[in-house]
């Protein structure tokens, strides 16, 4: 299955925006991009995924690579309900209904 | 509220005892996954259902562990002869009927601590 790296932690002030990075060097051209963050003693919340364009909603953005070895999720204005950990996760086109498989993912402090 | 529920919310076991959890998931969802998460890690996929049907179980579901989803609706994770490291937190998630790339709507977990 192929594997994604992202930074342990990263720190943002309030307000300001926020470029979360995932490498996936071995990913397949197939595999979709997930990201998912989990707020202190919550289960995971869904924040964005794509494939290979640029893709924005309401909480995000997510911009990737054109070789899409790597993809950054973007919070444009980050405030103290978005620390998190977010995990960026592959998740392969014949297997869209199965399991997540999660790292570590990088743990964001926003401070005041 | 209608996302997913489970319960108990924490659960604190001694060594051995058994424990059984429960998750309801959104109404109409027919994918029902269970995760194990352990301190500062991400969760780990444990077992999968569609409808009443497991399709697939990880190698970290040991012979103690037994899931079952009898009417498609909700879902039971039950932990026999528990041992301290089945302490973790256990998160139920489902998804909808669709196409592909479904998200995940995950509850709040059960905590268990064994003592």
């Known amino acids: 299955d192929a594997k994604t790296t992202q930074p342990n932690s990263m720190e943002s002030n309030e307000e300001e925006p926020v470029h979360l990075p995932c490498n996936h060097s071995t990913i397949s051209g197939t595999d979709y991009i997930h990201w998912y963050r989990q707020l202190p003693s919550q289960g995971p919340e869904y924040v964005i995924h794509g494939l290979t364009s640029n893709v924005n909603n309401r909480m995000a953005s997510l911009a990737i690579a054109e070789d899409r070895k790597s993809s950054t999720l973007i919070l444009h204005r980050a405030t103290l309900r978005d620390a998190a950990v977010y995990y960026c996760?592959?998740?392969?086109?014949?297997?869209?209904?199965?399991?997540?498989?999660f790292g570590a993912g990088t743990q964001v402090v926003v401070t005041p | 509220d209608t996302g997913v529920s489970q319960d108990p919310r924490h659960k604190i076991t001694k060594r051995g005892q058994n424990v059984t959890f429960r998750c309801d998931p959104i109404?109409?969802?027919?994918?029902l996954y269970w995760y194990r998460q352990t301190l500062g890690q991400g969760p780990e996929f444990l077992t999968y259902?569609?409808?009443?049907?497991?399709?697939?179980k990880s190698r970290l579901l040991s012979d103690r562990f037994s899931a079952e989803r009898p009417k498609g609706s909700f879902s039971t994770l039950e932990i026999q002869r528990t041992e301290q490291g089945d302490s973790a937190m256990y998160l139920c998630?489902?998804?909808?009927?669709?196409?592909?790339?479904?998200?995940?709507?995950f509850g709040p977990g059960t905590r268990l601590l064994v003592l």
């Open positions: 998630a489902s998804s909808p009927p669709s196409g592909g790339q479904e998200t995940q709507y």
């Open positions: 259902f569609q409808n009443e049907a497991q399709l697939e």
């Open positions: 996760i592959l998740r392969p086109l014949t297997d869209s209904w199965g399991k997540l498989q």
């Open positions: 109404s109409e969802h027919n994918r």
